[in-house]
């Protein structure tokens, strides 16, 4: 799974530069995604983000995620950040686990996250 952004002036940290929380956030959304291709609905326990190289702002960068391993419940996501000029600026890598409905239901899930327990994994 892949996406390419281009930080801008809502993420500025230092002047010039993307904001980490802004990157860890790219990587977390990108790793839910990842979850239509296991086709498991799970949540982030922990997310880890090296930020080896600052980030300008206005350069696409190419984030790229993938699930490593699966233990159990447990599913080992890892990613990286490239720019065009093929610069690894960032890594991530996150723990995630499976949950149930009732993970969601106290919070007011609405229809649309209550629909995908009901399909079967091939068309989440
Ligand atoms: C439109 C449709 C949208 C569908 C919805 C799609 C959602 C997409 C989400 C996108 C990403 C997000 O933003 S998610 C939002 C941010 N994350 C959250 O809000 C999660 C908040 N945390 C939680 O609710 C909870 O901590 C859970 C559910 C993650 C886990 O609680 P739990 O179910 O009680 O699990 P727990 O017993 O603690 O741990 C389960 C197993 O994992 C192991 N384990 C736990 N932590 C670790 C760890 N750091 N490293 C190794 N192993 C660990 C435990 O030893 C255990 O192993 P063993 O004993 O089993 O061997």
């Known amino acids: 799974m892949a996406t390419d952004v281009a930080f801008d002036a809502r993420h500025r940290g230092a002047p010039g530069l993307a904001h980490g929380g802004a990157i860890s956030a790219a990587c977390d959304d990108l790793f839910g995604f990842v979850l239509y291709l296991v086709q498991e609905i799970a949540v982030t326990r922990t997310l ?51 949950v149930d409905r009732e993970h969601f239901t106290p919070h007011g899930a609405d229809a649309d996250v209550l629909a995908m327990f009901n399909r079967p994994p091939e068309h989440r």
């Open 48 to 98: 880890t983000v090296n930020y080896l190289a600052p980030v300008p702002l206005g350069q696409p960068h190419r984030i790229t995620a993938r699930l490593q391993r699966r233990q159990g419940r447990r599913l080992h996501l890892e990613a990286t950040g490239t720019g065009h000029d093929d610069v690894t600026r960032f890594t991530a890598e996150a723990l995630f686990l499976v």
